[in-house]
């Protein structure tokens, strides 16, 4: 097992037939690189969990990050607040995901209550806890699968708990998106990215990567029980909300 990683070039060969996009092993081996050049904002969103964690969080309660990947919530909570602050414990349904996970915080924060199991968000059998992040993976969820996860996360959450979702949206507006949709790809050109590559990761993407609309988000959120949700972060077509339980 190799911990070396590499510049994402998975989309810069012409392919006959693009595949579904899935989170193999050639994903994981440059998935940091591939996920900072891909996601506007991504770096400055994991900064904002600790200070988030700092605020909301009861001194020693439990927060999950649900479709964790390499584990980097679980770092940047760890590079925070201190090993008493928090238990972790990361979900992802990629196995090699989860490999990759485990060494990275073994590594990274050895003192800190840290776990990753490999499982299914959406049948996951949830413990009570004060945060839950889901940071850009209810966007690979089936649309109809979505409603009964948050549903889920909101009867998981202790009173005073906070759901912190990431996520690519679209607008509602038609015009209104295609500019965010070409400003984004402006964004990938500038990080690198070739037309091929970003045309064929479009497609393999589709059907896989469905995003809702922000509108969209807070109203499951409020139908999942959440009395309260805000979007604090939002740069192109990325965004991040937090949903709020009464205490
Ligand atoms: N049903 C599922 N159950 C569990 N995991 C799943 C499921 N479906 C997909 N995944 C996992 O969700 C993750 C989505 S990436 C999250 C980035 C990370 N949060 C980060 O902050 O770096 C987002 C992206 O690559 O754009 C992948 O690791 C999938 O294996
Ligand atoms: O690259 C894209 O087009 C995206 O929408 C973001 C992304 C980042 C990492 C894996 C899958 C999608």
């Known amino acids: 097992m190799s911990d070396a990683s590499y510049r994402d070039a998975i989309f810069s060969t012409p392919l006959d037939r693009v595949a579904r996009f899935s989170f193999d092993e050639k994903v994981v081996a440059c998935f940091p690189d591939m996920i900072r050049r891909s996601v506007p ?3 400055q969103i994991l900064g904002m969990l600790g200070l988030i964690a700092s605020r909301h969080l009861r001194h020693g309660a439990h927060v999950y990050d649900l479709g964790c990947s390499l584990g980097a919530a679980g770092l940047a909570l760890a590079g925070t607040l201190p090993p008493d602050a928090f238990r972790y414990t990361g979900v992802d349904l990629s196995p090699a995901m989860v490999a990759r996970a485990r ?3 073994a590594a990274e924060c050895p003192a800190h209550a840290v776990e990753v199991i490999e499982g299914d968000i959406r049948r996951l059998d949830y413990r009570p806890s004060g945060m839950i992040v889901l940071n850009f993976t209810l966007q690979f969820l089936a649309p109809e699968d979505r409603d009964a996860v948050v549903a889920r996360l909101f009867e998981a959450l ?3 708990g906070v759901l912190v979702l990431s996520e690519k949206v679209k607008a509602a507006d038609e015009q209104e998106n295609a500019w965010l949709v070409e400003r ?10 070739s037309e091929m590559e970003i045309s064929q990761k479009r497609t393999a993407l ?3 990567l469905v ?3 922000l509108e969209g988000h807070h109203e499951r959120l409020a139908r999942a029980g959440f009395s309260r949700s805000q979007t604090w972060f939002q740069f192109l077509n990325f965004a991040s909300l937090i949903a709020f339980k009464d205490a």
């Open 206 to 208: 589709e059907n896989v």
């Open 184 to 193: 984004y790809h402006d964004f990938k050109r500038a990080n690198g990215y």
């Open 211 to 213: 995003p809702d609309t």
């Open 103 to 105: 060494e990275t915080l």
């Open 158 to 160: 202790e009173p005073g």
């Open 41 to 43: 904002g991504y770096g």
